[in-house]
């Protein structure tokens, strides 16, 4: 694989940052990898276990000579290392991020960003309920997909480099629009989230099913839950606050089914429950013909790359 940078600077040390060095590490595509976090123990932990080539305290001291920066930290905190970062970079180098949501993201770090930069988003679409340096793993990438979110006026070479970044870390890569991006993220990943989170509260707040009950019956359905529900909870706050109008907007359909479904099953409509079964059954069959899941019965979560 040829090499596509230089040096690499990662802005954050946990699950993303931690596969990015380590499928880049695997393929050859950065020089030299430089990472950084917040929490002094974060950075032990990856100077511990190699995570990069160097770990160092700042994120102005990771970005020195850096011809790619990636901001791998929650999105709330995007535009203080943006801020923190801008007068380091070094000219003709790209920046880009992981976050979940892209129109926050731009809004907050691209007007921070020198001219001399070139700034393109992305937002690699993987990922699992574990957190921290220790979870990366370098086939997380393999089969999802990345989505690039370039801003206007972006120079065809910083895309098409960071394109090839990405399929070389094994990932499928599309481009799409910012506002497009959080509307489709708000119905595959965001509101899933807030529903499971929901569900997990409920069945800790239903007193009359105790907390044993919850745990030693559980079936698939509230085990994903709970799966999803164990997610990082800085970031998802951060995400649902970013991508507020697309959230709720999707909540609100989400409301509108469930009402229909209720009256369903209150009225006793079975055929009005199996045609929607039906219908959503279809949607699980082509998420898995598409290779994004499989018919495992542990829905191929039986490793670490869960």
Known sequence: MTRLYNRVALIGLGLIAGSMALA????????????????????????????????????????????????????????????????????????????????????????????????????????????????????????????????????????????????GMGANVDEMEADHHDLVLAVTSHTPHLIAYTMVGVADDLRRVTDSEVIKYSAAGFRDFTRIAASDPTMWRDVFLSNKEATLEILGRFTEELFALQRAIRTGDGEHLFDYFTRTRAIRRSIIEAGQDTEAPDFGRGSKKT
């Open 24 to 167: 880049m590490k695997r393929a050859g595509l950065a020089g030299e990898i430089v990472g950084t976090a917040r929490s002094a123990e974060t950075r032990a932990i990856a100077a511990e276990i190699g995570l990069c080539d160097r770990i160092v305290d700042t994120s102005v001291e990771a970005v020195k000579g850096a011809d790619l920066v990636v901001l791998c930290v929650p999105v709330g905190a995007m535009e203080a290392v943006a801020r923190d970062i801008a007068p380091h970079l070094m000219p003709g180098c790209t920046v880009s991020d992981v976050g979940s949501v892209k129109r926050a993201v731009i809004d907050a770090v691209g007007p921070h960003l020198p001219e001399t930069t070139h700034f393109v988003p992305a937002h690699p679409l993987a990922g699992t309920e574990h957190s921290g340096p220790r979870a990366g793993f370098a086939e997380l990438f393999e089969n999802r997909w990345c989505l690039l979110v370039p801003s206007e006026g972006t120079p065809d070479a910083p895309i098409a480099n960071l394109r090839a970044l990405w399929e």
